[in-house]
């Protein structure tokens, strides 16, 4: 995949317009770097770097008021020994330093999170309480699967608990091979199914990595190359999963991977509404004491 190129082409060639006349150049070199991208998509199709790039020419033609027919300007000759802090200098596996040097700023992040019996907070910040019985799916788009297997919490009980996590990480050519993590009720290992502790032998395998926080009970994963990470907890006899992730990974999927409970929450016929009885009983501070003590984790709950 040659996007890197293509993006160091750009940047050279708009690096030095100044001035109100410098449209007419700009739209050139959008023309150009829009070319450039088109003859290398067949290698580029799972690289998130290339998605981005796309999408973000699309934008700048419309902000320059750009046609997309027009004259292309031929690459620039590539410099015999480019600037160390350049673009084709930055790890292609380290998401967030390459969306700051492609758009000047830091990425956006969303959270979502599953706990308790259990409780849904979607990536849009809505909460929900669902039975959720079975294996449903938190997350399945083109870079993570996260799937959660709950049961009743008591026999004839409405409420169910989370009991199994099964997350995918799906391959990316120049980062990692494809890992899998599976943790269960008084097994949350710190390591992937295949015993290792990173994203394998590519030159990126370290941008993914298990972090152990307390033995058995938390570990955190790092997905450097997609700026996502992932908290795995068990907190009484339940585990639970909360996630930062950069925006367009989070929104990397198709309509046929509709069902996925930090997006649109859960289902319906599976929500539990909040029942107004017991209200007023106890004072906030009380219930915040009583919570504290059952449950010793207090940030995304």
């Known amino acids: 995949c040659k996007i890197l190129r293509c993006n160091s082409e750009y940047v050279a060639a708009t690096l030095p317009l100044r001035g109100p006349g410098r449209g007419a150049a700009v739209c050139t070199a959008l023309r150009s770097y829009s070319l450039c991208t088109r003859r290398t998509a067949r ?11 796309v999408h973000g020419i699309e934008d700048l033609m419309i902000q320059h008021n750009c046609s997309k027919e027009g004259p292309t300007a031929p690459p620039r000759p590539r410099p015999p020994a480019p600037d160390p802090q350049g673009f084709e200098s930055l790890d292609v596996c380290d998401y967030e330093r390459s969306f ?6 830091p990425p956006g992040f969303q959270h979502c999170a599953a706990f308790g019996d259990p409780h849904v907070r979607t990536f849009r910040h809505d909460f929900h309480t669902c039975r959720v019985e079975g294996s449903w799916p938190l997350l399945d788009n083109d870079y993570l699967f996260v799937q959660a297997t709950s049961w009743p919490v008591a026999q ?16 990316m050519k120049e980062c990692i091979d494809q890992k899998v993590y599976q943790a269960e009720l008084d097994n949350v290992p710190a390591a992937f199914q295949d015993g290792s502790v990173n994203g394998g032998a590519r030159p990126g395998g370290s941008s993914l990595a298990i972090v152990e ?7 955190e994963i790092r997905a450097r190359y997609i700026g996502t990470t992932i908290a795995v907890r068990q907190a009484g006899r339940q585990l639970s999963f909360s996630i930062r992730a950069a925006e ?9 991977q509709d069902l996925q409970l930090c997006v649109a929450g859960c289902p319906r016929s599976q929500r539990m509404s909040r029942s107004p009885r017991g209200r ?3 004072s906030a ?10 449950l ?6």
């Open 156 to 171: 004839g009980s409405n409420a169910t608990v989370t009991g199994k996590l099964t997350i995918i990480f799906k391959n």
């Open 100 to 105: 700051l040097y492609k758009h000047g700023r």
């Open 43 to 53: 290698t580029c199709r799972g690289d998130l770097a290339f998605h981005s790039a």
């Open 213 to 219: 926080r307390s033995a058995g009970r938390h570990v």
């Open 280 to 282: 007023g009983r106890l």
């Open 285 to 294: 501070e009380t219930a915040r004491a009583l919570c504290r003590e059952m």
């Open 296 to 301: 010793p984790v207090e940030d995304v709950y």
């Open 248 to 256: 367009e990974v989070a929104a990397a999927f198709s309509e046929e």
